[in-house]
T-cell receptor, first 114, second 113 residues
């Protein structure tokens, strides 16, 4: 079946602009996660959604970052007033439920802020 | 808080050499432990996992044993192949944190023929 998909695959933007990144999880997966991978570093957790529960936003680095999810489907990560330090690969993952051990990752969106 | 420390890379080996990538963790309670792999140009994928102490995860010739006494989950393979060249990430999760993953910084492995 289809895996996790993300769009766009690459995004180049100017400092100060807003960007929106999209994630389509695997159908039926109730848990969805966003991570960020800066160059040469490991992945850092940003936010996760589990069904209709309130999302865990504890990993968001600033109030310029926000994310939404419609039911158990598509999620969008929005970064307002982008800064150069926001340049990274943004990865989305989904799993059957938050207590399930395996997360399936999308290919990521590479964001470059000039 | 939770953290994962991985052996620094990059690691370069010849084909058929023995591989060890060290991973230690800090966490309260009983985390699940994982190794993820990222092949060139591909997305991150689960390589193996272990959910409790003394469990051994294995896949594609790779193995790792959950050692609670040393808080370690070292990755090993007896004979590496060129196709094993990739970045390897050690990670942990705790169900009480929604199973979000805490990753190490990754180890780049290059296997030469």
């Amino acid at each position: 079946g289809a895996g996790v998909s993300q769009s766009p695959s690459n995004k180049v933007t100017e400092k100060g602009k807003d960007v929106e990144l999209r994630c389509d999880p695997i159908s039926g997966h109730t848990a969805l996660y966003w991570y960020r991978q800066r160059l040469g570093q490991g992945l850092e957790f940003l936010i996760y959604f589990q069904g209709n529960s309130a999302p865990d936003k504890s990993g968001l680095p600033s109030d310029r970052f926000s994310a939404e999810r419609t039911g158990e489907s598509v999620s969008t990560l929005t970064i307002q007033r982008t800064q150069q330090e926001d340049s990274a690969v943004y990865l989305c993952a989904s799993s059957l439920q938050a207590s399930y051990n395996e997360q399936f990752f999308g290919p990521g969106t590479r964001l470059t802020v000039l | 808080g939770n953290s994962v420390t991985q052996m620094e890379g990059p690691v370069t080996l010849s084909e058929e050499a023995f591989l060890t990538i060290n991973c230690t963790y800090t966490a309260t309670g009983y985390p699940s432990l994982f190794w993820y792999v990222q092949y060139p140009g591909e997305g991150l994928q689960l390589l193996l996992k272990a959910t409790k102490a003394d469990d051994k995860g294995s896949n594609k010739g790779f193995e790792a044993t959950y050692r609670k006494e040393t808080t370690s989950f070292h990755l090993e393979k007896g004979s590496v192949q060129v196709s094993d060249s990739a970045v390897y990430f050690c990670a942990l999760s705790r169900e009480t944190s929604g199973s979000r993953l805490t990753f190490g910084e990754g180890t780049q492995l290059t296997v030469n023929p």
